[in-house]
């Protein structure tokens, strides 16, 4: 098993105005699984190409357990790859898929096919090793690309959006497989998805990315809770974490957010770390949860009450989401299924105060 | 309903005069090679008598003609260009396909241009070529010209580039080396073009006239086309023999065509790209 090491990676494809990625730094330990998630065109399948050896690094230094491994080729590298279309050779057998690397490599026959098999138990696929992937679905299929790169045994294993051309059901049902698997093989993951709710549930620490850069690096609940910036706020989380912009204004000594909608005195806490912001432009971000109606005993402190006119609900069974008015935009609240609202109905709400997100409008990033 | 059946009516008559037009001329070939010299020119009612019958043409074909030596010149020149071809275009359309290295556009726009020069316009510099390189009637220099063609490069690249790219980068990663990609993962997926490379190879090489006819002399050197194409002269042709050789000729490409007839529509179908 292995600790990858990027630092300053850089990724110019050639005739492009600016890089891909500019300069990216990044550990990733040992026996972690660690998901790079952002948006299409974030970057984060070039950087596992690079880390693959299928794009060329054109910047920086890569190594693997402190081995550089700019130069060396794909197969040189020790890492096994799992692609989104499976990739699969359609003219050979689930085993033989699975042998083929092994048998370039010059393995004993008998460690082949014990490798082989030892792959298939894990993955539950032992009737299934004669067959041609033709003859197989979507899972059956990412479940031998998967095992290719299991009988490898390789230093790193890394994943590129495998459960995208899944259905729902069946891409929940290998996202545990996935997790499950890590568990027993305590190997090194890098996984990339643009589906935040994939990365917050199988990673140990979730990189995000936003045009090339890497925006923070951090546990799933710790990028919830503590987003480094608006991007990361708003991309983490579904919903999404609203927004509002305001101005904060100092009032018989306590500071207060104030805007068209809102109008609230911010916890002592908050307000000391925000003194410096009194008379600026802020944005206010609050999760779907973190606002409650006041008519409802809700076990948190909760800010002063707000007036909110309900738009839209949205019952999915185990909750509620309510969509209401925010800014000329909608907002999203996330309600107990029992708790019924009518279209136009005017609530009041207040905040949880222990949950309430501020950002500088300039330059994104959290304020406190 | 009516109306349907009447449409299917005219549809089947438009298609079995196509076919009359098509097979026609093969069937007057084939009465023609089983009747004596004599009833050539006769009224056509006598061919199709069973009484004017004989098998002596097709007898003759063999025993009064080098034929059997045609036959083997044939073979061996087609075999080995359908060989080379299958092989070299795929090994070029790989290269162009998959392969990222200076001038690859241009190169493969300089090849694709040569199809714009019309072939008979090469003859002479071609046979020039030869003659320089003391090829003229000799098999190297009957095969080496169609070694491998432009139309067959096109063809393979384009079926290649259909392939996913992730089945080239897993091979990578697995360990193969490019040849080892293209052999042992792109060529076994790619048998509707190969197959489709070979038939037209095959076709095009058993019935090349042209080119053999200029670079052979002797007729030790000559294909079952220029050999059949010399039984008929300025002054006499003995009819019958030259279709029952010609009707010999036919019938390898005839049953290649009926039993691999699939790959050819598969062939046309997959240079158009699909998965």
């Known amino acids: ?365 959290r304020l406190g | 309903m009516q109306r349907l059946h009447l449409q299917k009516l005219v549809f089947y008559a438009v298609l079995l005069l196509m076919t009359a037009v098509y097979i026609g001329p093969f069937i007057y070939q084939f009465f023609i090679s089983i009747s004596h010299s004599k009833d050539v020119f006769g009224s056509p009612g006598n061919l199709i008598q069973p009484p004017n019958w004989t098998l002596q043409n097709y007898a003759n074909v063999w025993v009064d003609l080098p034929f059997k030596q045609w036959l083997v010149n044939s073979v061996f020149i087609t075999v080995v260009q359908t060989i080379t071809n299958v092989f070299f275009s795929a090994l070029a359309g790989f290269v162009f396909a998959r392969l990222d290295f200076p001038g690859r556009r241009f190169i493969f726009g300089l090849l694709l241009s040569s199809l714009t020069v019309p072939g008979i316009i090469l003859l002479v510099p071609k046979f020039i070529f030869m003659n320089d390189l003391r090829l003229v009637n000799t098999y190297t220099g009957l095969i080496i010209p169609n070694l491998v063609t432009i139309t067959n490069i096109f063809l393979m690249k384009q079926f290649f580039e259909t392939i996913p790219k992730d089945l080239e980068e897993a091979a990578l990663i697995d360990g193969c080396s490019y040849f080892r990609i293209f052999w042992q993962i792109f060529l076994p997926v790619s048998t509707p073009a190969l197959a489709a490379v070979a038939i037209y190879t095959f076709q095009g090489s058993w019935n090349e006239f042209l080119w053999p006819v200029i670079i052979s002399i002797t007729s030790d050197h000559f294909t079952l086309p220029v050999g059949v194409g010399f039984l008929k002269n300025q002054f006499q042709s003995d009819w019958p023999l030259l279709m029952a050789g010609t009707l010999l000729i036919t019938l390898p490409t005839l049953c290649i065509f009926l039993v691999f007839q699939r790959y050819f529509v598969q062939g046309i179908a997959a240079s158009g790209g699909k998965e």
């Open chain 1, 1 to 365: 098993m292995a600790t990858v090491e990027i630092r300053h990676l850089v990724k110019q494809y050639p005739g492009a105005a600016k890089p891909t990625i500019p300069d990216a730094n990044l550990t990733i330990e040992d026996r972690s699984f660690v998901v790079l998630v952002g948006p299409s065109g974030c970057g984060k399948s070039t950087l596992l190409r690079m880390i693959a050896g299928l794009e060329a690094i054109s910047g920086g230094d890569l190594l693997i357990d402190g081995q550089r491994i700019n130069d060396l080729s794909p197969k040189d590298r020790d890492i096994a790859m799992v692609f989104q279309n499976y990739a699969l050779y359609p003219h050979m057998s689930v085993y033989e898929n699975m042998a083929f690397g092994l048998k370039l490599r010059k393995f004993p026959k008998a460690e082949i096919d014990q490798r082989v098999r030892a792959a298939a138990d894990i993955l539950g696929m032992n009737e299934l090793l004669e067959r041609k992937p033709k003859a197989m679905s979507g899972g059956q299929r990412q479940r031998v690309a998967i095992g290719r790169a299991i009988v490898r045994e390789p230093k790193v294993f890394l994943f590129d959006e495998p459960l995208s051309n899944l259905d729902a059901k069946l891409r929940v049902q290998m996202r545990v497989e996935i997790k499950r698997l890590h568990q027993r093989l305590k190997a090194t993951m890098v996984y990339v998805t643009h589906d935040q709710v994939e990365a917050m549930t199988m990673g140990d620490k979730i990189v995000v990315m936003k045009a090339g850069i890497i925006q923070q690096v951090d546990s799933p609940m710790s990028l919830y809770h503590n987003p480094a910036n608006l991007f990361v706020a708003g991309f983490i989380g579904s919903p999404s974490m609203n927004f509002s912009r305001g101005q904060l204004v100092s009032e018989n000594g306590a500071l207060r957010f104030t805007n068209q909608t809102f109008n609230f005195q911010l916890p002592p806490n908050q307000a000391d770390s925000l003194k410096s912001q009194v008379g600026k432009e802020v944005i206010f971000g609050f999760r779907p949860e973190s606002m409650y109606d006041t008519r409802f005993p809700s076990g948190k402190t909760l800010t002063d009450p707000q007036r909110i006119t309900i738009d839209v609900t949205e019952p999915i069974g185990s909750e509620t989401f309510v969509y209401f008015t925010l800014d000329g935009q909608t907002g999203c609240m996330r309600v107990p299924s029992d708790i019924r609202y009518q279209p136009d109905e005017v609530i009041t709400v207040g905040f949880d105060t222990g949950r309430l997100y501020f950002f500088d409008p300039q330059t994104e990033l």
